[in-house]
């Protein structure tokens, strides 16, 4: 026997198919078997188990239970098919019902198919049984049926009114009111159904635009969008029941299920996400995109909401939220902005606060008024006010502290609750916790202070190792380097960066140094290369008022403690390498008033802070002298004076 594998199957051949095997097979003239390539789904009942001639329940029967489980296309020959008995199609068997085929069903039985039956006529069952089918008109038929000028039936059950215009329907009672409108499309059932005179409108979905009237430029995708719709013109929607109890607000865009679910009279709005803007009714101009953004708004108007959550709970006006829960708990708050990851999360009525960054304000609830900028930036504030951080992680454990400024990564790190301070740069004030009154600008500047209060550094470093002390302040690259103690004040780079636990020290000038590093209650200018000290006048005036003083008495120290000292000329060979011009200068060595002074020491000729590098006040010297002076001139007055 001969097999003969075909490239086409003719209609003779699928007259034979019965579905089981994947090929059509059958005898040729010689006895052997032509075999064809494999078929698609579709079984002639008919031919396949009626033998072309049998239109009844038997034929049906016997096709279903030959094939069982198989999932098959049933085609059902024109003619008219007896049922007379009860029946069930699986949900296995697609049925396809050309123009022609009839199922006469007989009174009191039932015919239920329950797979989807694809019928080419309106006209498909006869008798007084029942079918039960989830039945499809298909397109071609619709086609066929509703355009073509000599069968207008199915074209008058889809617009069952005077038709007039471009429209386009399909679906039970779609555009079935429609009077005047034009360009219309309404695909499914019951949609655009209460349309008389509204153009420009598009629905799909079951119920969608179903109460629309008079609005035009609408578009409702979805089951039931924009169902109860009757006047609000120009809203696009795109879901299951988005904008589903609007009436008649417009300009709207609603785009995912239940999208401004509630909108009534709101314009303006624009959703995007399952939930988003679900419980707004009157509000207008608001933005939501993201699952649950603004979804809990009712009134609320000109709030913008993008990311999960995003102003979830708010009920304000005038909002912005930028990013996955962006001010989630905000109720009653107004004109704030929030663009990061969960950015003032926790706000619930603070108002005016400004959040850019991964939780930016993160926890604040009242404060008001705070401009946040960076990762975690005011990340801790609660209540707060007046704040301005910029960079990441600045003042991110900021909890009730309030008109700080930190601006630079790290800036003012782990303060608490500190007020009205300034750090400008990277880590400045960076370990700060509750010192207030604070201005640090530099990199690293009052990097180890803690509680020090009101302090002023402006500089690389400056002030770079304060703690706890207060009111110093030191301008310049590394002014104050090394100072725990306060009360001090340099200025000019380098200035007072010896100084250690001194305090009330003022060091003016480019490397102006104290005394010694313990030296208290010191002023310094310039440095040891300083050789003129100039001013437009030659004193300094100094506190001396009698009301001031005790204890006075006149002075003893006259011409014998003058004639004690020893001017000298001398030119200057620093130790420490400091090159001074070379040139003789007059004046006094520190040692020798020492010799001078012994017994006297409270003149201060010699100020001794450092032992290692003495300095002399030769200024001082002014009263012994005037006394030694007077002292003279008694003698050329006296009588013992004269030749």
Same mark, same amino acid.
């Given at each position: 026997?001969?097999?003969?594998?075909?490239?086409?199957?003719?209609?003779?051949?699928?007259?034979?198919?019965?579905?089981?095997?994947?090929?059509?097979?059958?005898?040729?003239?010689?006895?052997?078997?032509?075999?064809?390539?494999?078929?698609?789904?579709?079984?002639?009942?008919?031919?396949?188990?009626?033998?072309?001639?049998?239109?009844?329940?038997?034929?049906?029967?016997?096709?279903?239970?030959?094939?069982?489980?198989?999932?098959?296309t049933?085609?059902?020959?024109?003619?008219?098919?007896?049922?007379?008995?009860n029946?069930?199609?699986?949900?296995?068997?697609?049925?396809?019902?050309?123009?022609?085929?009839?199922?006469?069903?007989?009174?009191?039985?039932?015919?239920?198919?329950?797979?989807?039956?694809?019928?080419?006529?309106?006209?498909?069952?006869?008798?007084?049984?029942?079918?039960?089918?989830?039945?499809?008109?298909t397109?071609s038929a619709?086609?066929?049926?509703?355009?073509n000028?000599?069968?207008?039936?199915?074209?008058?059950?889809?617009?069952?009114?005077?038709?007039?215009?471009?429209?386009?329907?399909?679906?039970?009672?779609?555009?079935?009111?429609?009077?005047?409108?034009?360009?219309?499309?309404?695909?499914?059932?019951?949609?655009?159904?209460a !349309? @008389? $005179? /509204?153009?420009? =409108?598009?629905? %799909? &979905?079951?119920?969608? *635009?179903?109460? #629309? +009237?008079?609005?035009?430029?609408?578009?409702?995708?979805?089951?039931?969008?924009?169902?109860?719709?009757?006047?609000?013109?120009?809203?696009?929607?795109?879901?299951s029941?988005?904008?589903?109890?609007?009436?008649?607000?417009?300009?709207?865009?609603?785009?995912?299920?239940?999208?401004?679910?509630?909108?009534?009279?709101?314009?303006?709005?624009?959703?995007?996400?399952?939930?988003?803007?679900?419980?707004?009714?009157?509000?207008?101009?608001?933005?939501?995109?993201?699952?649950?953004?603004?979804?809990?708004?009712?009134?609320?108007?000109?709030?913008?909401?993008?990311?999960?959550?995003a102003?979830?709970?708010n009920?304000?006006?005038?909002?912005?939220?930028?990013?996955?829960?962006?001010?989630?708990? !905000? @109720? $009653? /708050?107004?004109? =704030?902005?929030? %663009? &990061?990851?969960?950015? *003032?999360?926790? #706000? +619930?009525?603070?108002?005016?606060?400004?959040?850019?960054?991964?939780?930016?304000?993160?926890?604040?609830?009242?404060?008001?008024?705070?401009?946040?900028?960076g990762?975690?930036?005011?990340?801790?504030?609660?209540?707060?006010?007046?704040?301005?951080?910029?960079?990441?992680?600045?003042?991110?454990?900021?909890?009730?502290?309030?008109?700080?400024?930190?601006?630079?990564?790290?800036?003012?790190?782990?303060?608490?609750?500190?007020?009205?301070?300034?750090?400008?740069?990277?880590?400045?004030?960076?370990?700060?916790?509750?010192g207030?009154?604070?201005?640090?600008?530099?990199?690293?500047?009052?990097?180890?202070?803690?509680?020090?209060?009101?302090?002023?550094?402006?500089?690389?470093?400056?002030?770079?190792?304060? $703690?706890?002390?207060?009111?110093?302040?030191?301008?310049?690259?590394?002014?104050?380097?090394?100072?725990?103690?306060?009360?001090?004040?340099a200025?000019?780079?380098?200035?007072?960066?010896?100084?250690?636990?001194?305090?009330?020290?003022?060091?003016?000038?480019?490397?102006?140094?104290?005394?010694?590093?313990?030296?208290?209650?010191?002023?310094?200018?310039?440095?040891?290369?300083?050789?003129?000290?100039?001013?437009?006048?030659?004193?300094?005036?100094?506190?001396?008022?009698?009301?001031?003083?005790?204890?006075?008495?006149?002075?003893?120290?006259?011409?014998?403690?003058?004639?004690?000292?020893?001017?000298?000329?001398?030119?200057?060979?620093?130790?420490?390498?400091?090159?001074?011009?070379?040139?003789?200068?007059?004046?006094?060595?520190?040692?020798?008033?020492?010799?001078?002074?012994?017994?006297?020491?409270?003149?201060?000729?010699?100020?001794?802070?450092?032992?290692?590098?003495?300095?002399?006040?030769?200024?001082?010297?002014?009263?012994?002298?005037v006394?030694?002076?007077?002292?003279?001139?008694?003698?050329?007055?006296?009588?013992?004076?004269?030749?």
């Amino acid at each position: 026997m001969t097999t003969v594998i075909k490239g086409k199957v003719v209609r003779s051949d699928l007259a034979v198919w019965d579905g089981i095997e994947p090929r059509v097979s059958r005898r040729d003239s010689t006895g052997g078997t032509i075999s064809s390539l494999p078929v698609n789904d579709f079984v002639d009942v008919l031919e396949a188990y009626g033998s072309g001639l049998d239109f009844t329940l038997s034929t049906i029967n016997r096709c279903t239970t030959a094939l069982g489980s198989k999932s098959r296309t049933l085609v059902f020959r024109p003619g008219t098919w007896t049922i007379d008995d009860n029946v069930t199609i699986a949900s296995n068997f697609t049925i396809r019902v050309p123009a022609g085929a009839v199922f006469d069903v007989s009174s009191g039985k039932t015919l239920t198919f329950s797979g989807p039956v694809l019928k080419e006529s309106y006209t498909w069952t006869s008798g007084s049984g029942t079918v039960v089918a989830n039945e499809w008109l298909t397109p071609s038929a619709f086609m066929a049926t509703a355009i073509n000028d000599a069968d207008t039936t199915a074209l008058t059950a889809t617009l069952n009114a005077n038709f007039t215009g471009t429209n386009t329907a399909l679906g039970g009672g779609a555009l079935d009111s429609n009077t005047t409108g034009t360009n219309n499309a309404a695909f499914g059932l019951n949609t655009l159904t209460a !349309n @008389t $005179t /509204a153009s420009s =409108n598009t629905a %799909v &979905g079951s119920g969608a *635009l179903d109460a #629309n +009237t008079t609005a035009s430029n609408n578009t409702a995708v979805g089951a039931s969008a924009l169902g109860a719709n009757t006047t609000g013109a120009d809203n696009t929607v795109l879901g299951s029941l988005s904008m589903a109890s609007n009436t008649t607000g417009a300009s709207n865009t609603g785009i995912g299920r239940s999208a401004l679910g509630a909108n009534t009279t709101g314009v303006d709005n624009t959703a995007v996400g399952y939930g988003a803007l679900i419980v707004n009714t009157t509000g207008a101009s608001n933005v939501a995109v993201g699952r649950d953004a603004l979804a809990t708004n009712v009134s609320s108007i000109e709030n913008v909401a993008v990311g999960h959550g995003a102003l979830s709970t708010n009920t304000a006006t005038g909002n912005v939220a930028v990013g996955h829960r962006a001010l989630f708990n !905000n @109720t $009653t /708050a107004i004109e =704030n902005v929030a %663009v &990061g990851e969960r950015a *003032l999360q926790a #706000n +619930t009525t603070g108002n005016e606060n400004t959040a850019v960054g991964r939780q930016s304000l993160f926890s604040n609830t009242t404060g008001t008024q705070n401009t946040a900028l960076g990762v975690d930036t005011l990340g801790g504030t609660t209540t707060g006010s007046f704040n301005t951080a910029i960079g990441a992680g600045t003042l991110a454990t900021n909890t009730t502290g309030a008109q700080n400024t930190a601006v630079g990564g790290g800036a003012m790190q782990v303060s608490t609750t500190a007020e009205q301070s300034v750090a400008v740069g990277l880590s400045a004030l960076g370990v700060n916790t509750t010192g207030s009154f604070n201005v640090a600008v530099g990199f690293s500047a009052m990097v180890a202070a803690t509680t020090a209060a009101s302090c002023t550094a402006v500089g690389w470093k400056a002030l770079n190792a304060i $703690t706890t002390a207060a009111s110093s302040t030191a301008v310049g690259i590394n002014a104050l380097l090394l100072s725990t103690g306060g009360t001090c004040t340099a200025l000019g780079a380098e200035a007072g960066n010896t100084i250690t636990t001194g305090t009330n020290n003022t060091c003016v000038g480019y490397n102006a140094q104290a005394s010694a590093a313990t030296a208290t209650n010191e002023i310094t200018f310039g440095n040891s290369s300083i050789a003129t000290l100039r001013a437009q006048v030659t004193t300094i005036s100094a506190l001396s008022d009698r009301r001031d003083k005790k204890d006075i008495q006149s002075l003893e120290l006259g011409l014998a403690f003058v004639e004690k000292l020893k001017p000298v000329k001398f030119k200057w060979a620093m130790r420490d390498g400091t090159e001074k011009p070379d040139r003789f200068e007059a004046g006094f060595i520190a040692q020798d008033l020492q010799v001078a002074q012994a017994g006297a020491e409270w003149l201060g000729l010699v100020y001794e802070s450092n032992p290692d590098k003495l300095e002399a006040a030769p200024g001082k010297l002014l009263p012994m002298i005037v006394r030694a002076i007077q002292e003279l001139s008694v003698k050329v007055r006296s009588p013992e004076a004269r030749p």
